[in-house]
């Protein structure tokens, strides 16, 4: 594939129709239909949304956090997506209190955690497991691209001891093979070998 056709494709394509780089494609072909999840970070209701295929299409139940007033709007406008969405700081919601009033298990099919300043992902991350919340699978933002710390090594070496191990690495968003913005984890009960990310969209049939 030449230069010119790749950044051509590149401004156009993505893996999903919803997520940056397949998150909830990912989470579709671990868990399947009826899942749960908890989304922080969600942004708009579908645009760039991890979990509104997971929702829309696929039955899925849980909810979302958002800090972001500005993007409040357009969830009021949808008409598709029911399940809660909470406008609180990711870093100081009570989880545990959220997931029983939502009748959702424990232990979650799938976390998203993205918000910025990326320190805030991760102590939202962390205030996820201290709220004894136990997400089979996590996409967690590293903005590795951009970063000085090494958020992907924080986030493995806080996760290693509560039972995860990396499932796909150094996740990029559309063609952009050097902007690195993600790590996907996955409990060590899910039966998974893990791979690069740039070797699991692969299966989408494009290079």
Known sequence: MNSILKSILGFYYKVSPCSQAGQDLFALEIFGK?????????????????????????????????????????????????????????????????????????????????????????????????????????AFETDKYRESIDYEKLAYDFLFTKNYKIAVYDVYSELKKKKIYETWFISNEVNFDKTSYSQWVKKFNFL
């Open 34 to 138: 009826k899942g749960t999840y908890i989304d922080i970070g969600a942004g708009q209701p579908k645009i760039d949304n991890n979990t509104y295929l997971l929702e829309v299409k696929n039955e899925w139940r849980g909810f979302c956090v958002d800090y972001n007033q500005k993007v409040k709007h357009l969830w009021e406008k949808d008409t598709k997506r029911n399940n809660k969405i909470y406008w609180q700081d990711a870093t100081q919601f009570d989880y545990r209190k959220a997931v029983e009033d939502n009748n959702l298990p424990i232990n979650i099919d799938f976390l998203s955690c993205d918000i910025d300043p990326q320190e805030k992902t991760f102590a939202a991350l962390k205030k996820v497991i201290n709220d004894g919340i136990e997400p089979k699978l996590i």
